[in-house]
């Protein structure tokens, strides 16, 4: 049951623009249609695929020179697995991302030699959701606490991702309280998840006003 990996054409806001890195849970630079985990690591026409993440993002709050500028500090750049697949690239979306990816790469060039490579973005696919937040699917408690109802809440969550982030150890603890603080106010969360939440991560409880 859905194994098959969506085909993501466009953003989930239209107002978003699109950042696309490899080292993720989806594919992109590939030409043959619906690459899976499976036909990516085994079978040769599916080989030019790379695993990727695209990224949803208001230009108004983050650039997206600030965005590479985080890819390049979030992995070791100046390694190379010697396979496509889990290659350093960026996948650009307009003649502008490739000029900002080729400066702030030449910055990077000066600290170190990086092997990152800079290609155009074709088709994107999320992958398989067995690999949608792994380290949340691990906490099965926490996992059910959320209460997802659809494959799309898992990839595309804000709880998912938020809980992912901070079981992943990129999120501190308050920044955590604070994100959780607006998902209920916008209703994202009801108070009910929110107090099961806290008492899987042992938060101290407090009354929600």
Known sequence: MFQRCPLRS?????SLSIATF??????????????????VCSDPIYADWAEAVQVEFDESSISYAELVEHFFRSHD????????????????HSEEQEKTAQQVLSNFNT???VVTVIEPATD???????HQKWLLQRRRDWFATLELMSPEDLVDGQAASGLNAYVAGH???KDFR???????????ISNDVWSAIRTKLGFECENDE
Do not use: H, N
């Not at 490899?22 to 036909?39: E, F, H, I, N, S």
């Not at 750049?77 to 650009?92: H, T, V």
């Open 10 to 14: 466009s953003p989930v806001d239209e």
């Open 124 to 130: 994107f696919y999320d992958a398989e959701l067995y």
């Open 111 to 113: 600290q170190k030699r």
């Open 178 to 188: 604070d994100l959780v603080d607006v998902w209920v106010r916008d209703k994202v």
């Open 22 to 39: 490899a080292l993720g849970v989806g594919y992109c630079g590939g030409k043959q249609k619906d690459p899976t985990y499976r036909k």
């Open 171 to 173: 999120l501190s603890q």
């Open 77 to 92: 750049a100046s390694f190379g697995s010697g396979k496509r697949q889990y290659m350093s690239a960026i996948f650009y």
